[in-house]
């Protein structure tokens, strides 16, 4: 059985040969102290990891805006980043440390249409020249033959509330709902004829196996917006997208927010996604429990709290044995 074959095996609840083996990575001050610690980068893992097709970058505003530092001291730095925002981020460890935003690129329909007219143009050429390289088209198409399974991951521009967010800044997000929902509903709008645009250039060379969308949506306390008005909100673009790649041939919608998204799981599964993570242990999703609620048609990854890790080898074989139930 391949990685591909096992990844559709496990998300229809059919047998599988083993489970599957996932290195997502780390962030670079884990590795490091890893590396401080004995770990090597040639160390020969304990089981085969699968190896999956997983891109994202594609969906990022192209062409990026060109970085400018504005002002630094010893500990930070102000600058213009890629994405046109103006924010103050650490010296030290700026992938792993989130930014302060000072002010967004977006600040009203005339920037936001200037923003999407000029960077959010689905054209998967000069995006896949920039992220892939020369030969990107016999990339796509080599997909065809694959034996793994091919996710496109829309990172940070595709969906409903987190790319927004990204756009005008969260306060200002969470006061268009109510002072300018036709603002909202445009830009909720553009981004679905984004989605679709660039699935559909991506549909030409190959097949994909899961469409993820991004959200980060919720804190430890539950969602940053009232579920009622993501049913009226993003539910109708949720089921446009998904409804369009169903009849492309993909069966698999993933959704990524951390936080405790319990009360939107409804909504999610209403728009047709059937695959939800990480499911933050922290911010009290209990997996065991949310699949007593909403069944089969909720398929998880994730779940497993890794503060476990920090506390030894009992404390790790105790969340294994709290997640059992879900093993088959």
Known sequence: MNSRERFHNVLDYEPVDRGIYLNTGGWPETVKRWQAEGYRQDNEPLYPYERWERYGGWFWPHPPFEEKVIEETDTTRLLINFEGDLVRERKDEPMSSIPQYIETAVKDR????????????PALESRLARFVGSGWE????SLNDRKVPFIVHSGRYGGFFGPLRTLVGIERLCELFYD?????EEMMDATAEFIIGMM???????????????EDMAYKNGPLLD??????FMLPR??????????????WFALDSDGNVDSMIPVWLDSGINLLYP??????????ELRRKYGRDLRMMGGIDKRGIAS?????????????????
């Open 238 to 251: 949720y089921q446009r997208v998904v409804s369009h790649l169903q009849s492309r041939g993909i069966r």
């Open 110 to 121: 005339e920037s936001f249409r200037r923003f999407y007219r000029e960077r959010m143009n």
């Open 200 to 214: 559909d250039r991506i549909l030409e060379y190959t097949d994909v196996d899961c469409f993820s969308f991004w």
């Open 279 to 288: 499911f933050e242990v922290q911010a009290g999703m209990d997996v065991v």
């Open 180 to 184: 300018d929902p036709a603002f909202v």
């Open 312 to 328: 030894g080898p009992a404390a790790i074989d105790a969340e294994l044995d709290r997640v059992r139930p879900l093993i088959q």
């Open 227 to 232: 579920p009622k008005m993501a049913r009226r």
């Open 138 to 141: 016999e990339k796509l198409r």
